[in-house]
């Protein structure tokens, strides 16, 4: 079975530009949740939908959005790009809805460099 | 206190030995504790998950919960060149609603020198 996918694998993009990112989820799963990592850092939350709707949002600006479409495929949305998000931007699926026992497998990633 | 800390070595161990990653989280709810590796370069990837207190073992790896003193540890065993990777401790914190947001340490990083 294929695991996460996202797309796509590097982006270079200007301040003030906008970006959008994409993910489908191992076959099957139905959640999927969204991370920016920097470097040295762990991953830090951004989203995490179910079923399509938004269930959890981490303390990031009104500049990043996401949505999840009918077939669990999901993307990542950022607008007015900072030098700051410069960033691997990890994507990752659950077979299981969001609760306390709740695995995460990630996809390979989309390094996003902001010049 | 942040939320989910780990130290960030590195840890140098030599090839053979146990390493022995340490990880303490700050919410007595948490119900849900995961070990990750990431390869230089590469996406996390999920070794082991513990969710009650004591031991859980798979294979080389060995992963300890004390819910008590909020820790939660990961043993390797006969440590390989190969297992030289950053390991990322993860917890599904609870929040209002009763949600749950997985929240990870920055992560520690593993030299196994032969």
């Known amino acids: 079975d294929a695991g996460v996918t996202q797309s796509p694998t590097h982006l270079i993009k200007t301040r003030g530009q906008q970006v959008t990112l994409r993910c489908s989820p191992i076959?099957?799963?139905?959640?999927v949740s969204w991370y920016q990592q920097v470097l040295g850092q762990g991953p830090q939350f951004i989203f995490q939908?179910?079923?399509?709707?938004?269930?959890g949002r981490g303390n990031f600006p009104d500049r990043f959005s996401a949505r999840q479409f009918p077939n669990y495929s999901s993307e990542l949305n950022v607008n007015a790009l900072l030098l700051g998000d410069s960033a691997l931007y990890l994507c990752?699926?659950?077979?299981?809805?969001?609760?306390?026992?709740?695995?995460?497998?990630f996809g390979p990633g989309t390094r996003l460099t902001v010049t | 206190q942040k939320e989910v800390e780990q130290n960030s070595g590195p840890l140098s161990v030599p090839e053979g030995a146990i390493a022995s990653l340490n990880c303490t989280y700050s919410?007595?709810?948490?119900?849900?504790f995961f070990w990750y590796r990431q390869y230089s370069g590469k996406s996390p990837e999920l070794i082991m998950s513990?969710?009650?207190?004591g031991d859980k073992e798979d294979g080389r790896f060995t992963a300890q919960l004390n819910k008590a003193s909020q820790y939660v540890s990961l043993l390797i065993r006969d440590s390989q060149p190969s297992d030289s990777a950053t390991y990322l401790c993860?917890?599904?914190?609870?929040?209002?609603?009763?949600?749950?947001?997985?929240?990870f340490g920055r992560g520690t990083s593993l030299i196994v020198h032969p």
């Open positions: 919410d007595r709810g948490s119900q849900s």
């Open positions: 939908y179910y079923e399509k709707e938004e269930r």
């Open positions: 993860a917890v599904n914190l609870p929040r209002a609603g009763g949600s749950y947001i997985p929240t």
């Open positions: 990752a699926s659950s077979n299981l809805p969001p609760g306390s026992s709740y695995e995460q497998y």
């Open positions: 076959s099957g799963h139905k959640s």
């Open positions: 513990i969710y009650s207190n």
